[in-house]
Nanobody, 121 residues
Framework: QVSLVESGGGLVQPGGSLRLSCTASGLTLRFDAIGWFRQAPGKEREGVSCISSSGETTYVADSVKGRFTISRDKAKNTGYLQMNKLKPEDTAVYYC??????????????WGQGTLVTVSS
């Protein structure tokens, strides 16, 4: 199992942008998908977006369509989530994983620390 570290979160005003990074340590992500998930205070974790090992976007949540873009750089062993036009309801801890299947991540107990995104004035 690849160990992942999320970064790039912070405080941003509504309408602003952030780019989150997901970096793997020790192993390549070339043959793994990358999924982004988030959990808002008091709510269940939800899927945000997913990208396949070949670089194809396979899932984008309706709530973020047109605003978030998932990408990856295999040479840098890093995945990204570009977040534009941020809304207060985007406030959450964001997590990445080497699968788009949230239940699989749960089963493997593979969640990292995540990175906190706070959208507020």
């Amino acid at each position: 199992q690849v160990s992942l570290v999320e970064s790039g979160g912070g405080l941003v005003q509504p309408g602003g942008s952030l780019r989150l990074s997901c970096t793997a340590s020790g192993l390549t992500l070339r043959f793994d998908a990358i999924g982004w998930f988030r959990q808002a205070p008091g709510k269940e974790r939800e899927g945000v977006s997913c990208i396949s090992s070949s670089g194809e976007t396979t899932y984008v949540a309706d709530s973020v369509k047109g605003r978030f873009t998932i990408s990856r750089d295999k040479a840098k062993n890093t995945g990204y989530l570009q977040m534009n036009k941020l809304k207060p309801e985007d406030t959450a801890v964001y997590y990445c994983a080497t699968t788009c299947d949230m239940e699989r991540v749960n089963a493997l107990n593979a969640w990292g620390q995540g990175t906190l995104v706070t959208v507020s004035s």
